[in-house]
């Protein structure tokens, strides 16, 4: 039962209608992430069917395939790594299973454009691997075939690296809340363990793993940095093409439309399979699990697999980036370096609040006013986690470009002053693109704190002469403080790591740290990239830690 089911109908009566205000900035909040995407849709109607046309015939099936084929590849990936190595921590016992139960959670921490770059220096040919190759067994260049890691292949393999800690987690809470009465009757009828676990274990978890992979699949389809250094071309690298090499405008909301479509669909489901994990949980107040304790060649298995994602999502990549910093010209302590490191901490500090502040004011009007029209709300705020950042770029572009240049002319011609552009030309804007984008983020973690908030107290504050601003500030917050410090964070370490939008929105000559890196490797400079790499992925093991603690905590 959620915390909104649990109001009295007294309570509930009172509570009927929030404050102006707050209903005012609720619906703001939810028609600021509801901008874009109805920008994209309109821009791309408004367009002409001549782009489409054009598309159909030259990239657009090369898109969808491209996508497509990396949808699939990240999804059987994530999946297979994600419910096994769950499944091998929750449910067996075997030399190192407490480090691994926090260690497999490590690669969310990395970006995955960032995996791409250490990977590519030393997979590619002029890497140490092939390098050593051709030294030990005298090949020249062309007497020998290798994996090419510059591939389709080769950005499926990132992506899940970085992203089967979704499943993961997802797949562990459910093994974790399931009771072991099921699996040991299983196990009694002359079940295997590997049986029980596939007829019985694996079935209760469906929707939790099916949550996971959509998750999964939502953070591919906005992927840009792997796909574009890459060179593989999908959505996400056809609307940056469209926008700046190409000029076309139109054409990048048409494509922006149809990866919004596709996002939203995810969205969808990954909603549908969310409110159906509730009925995985069954006999829940059963029997504890029994751990199998692995011996010999099994438990050496057990470990080697878990070791692997472990070892090639975090420690090689640490390895090798350490080294390539080493070997690089790159100063942090540089004038240049810390312009980039002042640039990402202004505008993550600044749309961290920003996005918190927002998901607070609309998790409090859904409290305080339940009903339709809140929970719409905020189910419309919280669809920006589905819409990758080149969609939300340019649904936000569009719509300002016009105002500002609008404003410009209207005061050219009444008063011979031009503004230029005072919001597209701004850092605001990429603000705002940033709460769109990770609203739902700090929403998730702020509704997670309020049940700790039992509705008694709204009430007792309430009959105390509270109002309910003085009810948010004097008892939700000071006790929604650690969930949202969590969410600040998050949504810190989200903006710090995020690129397409930040690429195409950032004001001109404002980098950051994320775009720093992007550069030097799109021209080939690795060891300079790998330099602020590092550093965003010193920032992104901060969330990672606390995401550990509570996995440890769900135990």
């Known amino acids: 039962m959620t915390d909104h089911a649990a109001y009295t109908p007294a309570l509930k009566k009172r509570a009927r209608h929030a404050p102006l205000g707050l209903s005012a900035v609720a619906v703001l909040v939810a028609a600021i992430c509801l901008l874009p995407m109805m920008a994209v849709a309109i821009a791309a109607f408004s367009g002409g069917t001549g782009t489409v046309s054009q598309l159909l015939g030259s990239v657009l099936p090369r898109y969808v395939g491209n996508t497509a ?43 995955s454009y960032v995996l791409a770059y250490a990977y590519t220096y030393i997979l590619d040919h002029p890497g140490i691997v092939q390098s050593t190759l051709r030294d030990v067994m005298g090949w020249g260049p062309r007497d020998y075939w290798f994996p090419e890691v510059r591939s ?66 939502m953070e ?39 990866l919004l479509s596709f996002a939203l669909l995810l969205a969808m489901l990954e909603r549908i399979q969310r409110g159906r994990a509730k009925y995985s949980d069954a006999a829940r107040g059963g029997q504890e699990k029994t751990q199998l304790q692995l011996h010999g060649v099994q438990a050496f298995a057990a470990f080697a697999l878990c070791s692997i994602p472990v070892l090639l999502g975090c420690v090689l990549p640490v390895v090798v980036l350490f080294n390539m910093g080493l070997g690089s010209e790159q100063d942090l302590l540089s004038s240049r370096y810390l312009a980039f490191i002042q640039n990402s901490l202004t505008l993550a500090g600044i749309a961290a609040v920003v996005t918190v502040c927002a998901a607070v004011t609309v998790g409090f009007f859904q409290r305080m006013q339940p009903g ?49 552009l005072l919001v597209t030309g701004s850092i605001w804007l990429l603000i705002i693109a940033y709460l ?120």
């Open 372 to 420: 339709r029209f809140s929970s719409a709300t905020a189910y419309i705020a919280r669809l920006g986690y589905a819409v990758p950042g080149g969609v939300v770029a340019v649904g936000l572009l569009v719509p300002f470009a016009a105002f500002d240049n609008a404003l410009d002319a209207w005061m050219r011609s009444t008063f011979d002053i031009s503004t230029g």
């Open 69 to 111: 084929l990396l949808v699939v590849l990240v999804s059987i990936g994530t999946l297979c790594l994600g419910v096994g190595a769950a499944w091998l921590v929750t449910m067996t016992r075997f030399p190192g299973v407490r480090l691994f139960e926090i260690a497999l959670v490590l690669p969310l921490a990395f970006p």
């Open 436 to 555: 769109v984008r990770f609203s739902a983020a700090a929403l998730g973690a702020y509704e997670g704190g309020q049940a700790l908030v039992h509705a008694n107290m709204d009430a007792a504050s309430r009959s105390l002469g509270q109002t309910p601003w003085g009810t948010l500030r004097r008892v939700h917050l000071p006790i929604l403080t650690p969930s949202l410090l969590t969410a600040l964070l998050i949504v810190f370490v989200d903006v710090m790591k995020e690129l397409p939008a930040t690429l195409i929105m950032r004001p001109f000559n404002y980098d950051t740290l994320a775009v720093q890196a992007y550069r030097l490797a799109s021209d080939e400079r690795l060891e300079g990239a790998a330099v602020p790499s590092l550093v965003i992925v010193a920032m992104g093991l901060l969330p990672v830690i606390l995401i550990c603690r509570q996995v440890g905590r769900g135990k």
């Open 152 to 217: 389709l292949g080769g950005a499926a393999f990132m992506l899940v690296l970085v992203l089967y800690p979704y499943v993961y987690l997802l797949a562990r809470a459910s093994f974790l809340q399931q009771s072991g009465t099921t699996f040991l009757a299983a196990r009694a009828l002359g079940s295997s363990a590997w049986s029980a676990f596939f007829r019985v274990s694996l079935p209760l978890a469906r929707p939790a793993i099916a949550g996971g992979v959509l998750l999964a699949v």
């Open 220 to 258: 591919t389809i906005a992927d840009f940095g792997t796909v574009a250094y890459f060179g593989v071309q999908t959505f996400a690298t056809g609307i940056y093409t469209s926008w700046f090499t190409l000029a076309d405008r139109g054409g990048a909301a048409q494509l922006a439309l149809c």
